[in-house]
């Protein structure tokens, strides 16, 4: 069972709300990602952090930010959802840069933004 | 863009039988993994090859891996209904940075 922690599974808000969707890992990974997946898509990486107060944007343009404050937590912030946000976000984690790994994935959060 | 392409999009299959698929890059391959994914759900990590290595076991798993051509392989052998699930492979981005994933094959095994 993966380690690795998201909440809300499902959250479905209105336009213009803040909201943070959270991101917990208990393995003491260093790096970690937030991907973003349309139903039957592929995965586009929107950011990602190397450890501790490291946070970089992904490939995927996103209008959301992400802190790392502590090496377990790693939230994800839309300050003003709108539609074209709906979509499921993956949050995952890896372990040190040099050491090709699997990354471990938690299970989502389906966000709908009516 | 960089993301890869899995190919068939989709599989339907019988139990018992093997379900081959194939993913390609655009850029290099660097230590390619594969990956599977329930309905809805996270992903799991299934296996990693590395650069240097062409063929791979795990299980009913076997993964080839062609870095000339930026191509891989994955075969289920003997598979079963609980292999139904959308299978993506996974490489680095050019900067090494994070993986990129392919579109991902869907697996459908029926009894």
């Known amino acids: 069972e993966a380690d690795i922690y998201q909440t809300p599974r499902y959250l479905v808000i209105g336009t213009g709300k803040k909201i943070t969707l959270e991101c917990s890992q208990t393995?003491?990974?260093?790096?970690m990602y937030w991907y973003q997946q349309d139903p039957g898509m592929e995965l586009h990486l929107i950011h990602y952090?190397?450890?501790?107060?490291?946070?970089e944007k992904g490939d995927l343009s996103s209008e959301s930010t992400v802190s790392r404050i502590r090496t377990e937590h790693f939230p994800l912030t839309l300050e003003s959802a709108r539609p074209s946000h709906t979509s499921q976000y993956l949050c995952?984690?890896?372990?040190?840069?040099?050491?090709?790994?699997?990354?471990?994935f938690g299970s989502g959060t389906r966000l709908t933004v009516v | 863009s960089q993301q890869g392409e899995e190919d068939p999009q989709a599989l339907s299959i019988q139990e018992g039988e093997n379900a081959t698929m194939n993913c390609s890059h655009k850029?290099?391959?660097?230590?390619l993994q594969w990956y599977r994914q329930n309905s809805g759900r996270g992903l799991v990590h299934l296996i990693l090859?590395?650069?240097?290595?062409r063929e791979k076991h795990s299980g009913r798993l076997r993964v080839t891996l062609d870095t000339s051509k930026k191509s891989s392989s994955l075969l289920i052998t003997a598979s079963r209904a609980a292999d139904t699930a959308s299978y993506f492979c996974?490489?680095?981005?050019?900067?090494?940075?994070?993986?990129?994933f392919g579109k991902g094959t869907t697996l459908s095994v029926s009894s």
């Open positions: 995952a984690s890896s372990e040190a840069l040099n050491v090709p790994s699997g990354y471990t």
């Open positions: 393995m003491g990974h260093d790096k």
């Open positions: 952090s190397y450890g501790v107060n490291s946070t």
């Open positions: 850029t290099s391959i660097n230590n």
């Open positions: 090859i590395r650069s240097n290595e």
């Open positions: 996974a490489t680095f981005n050019q900067a090494g940075t994070a993986l990129i």
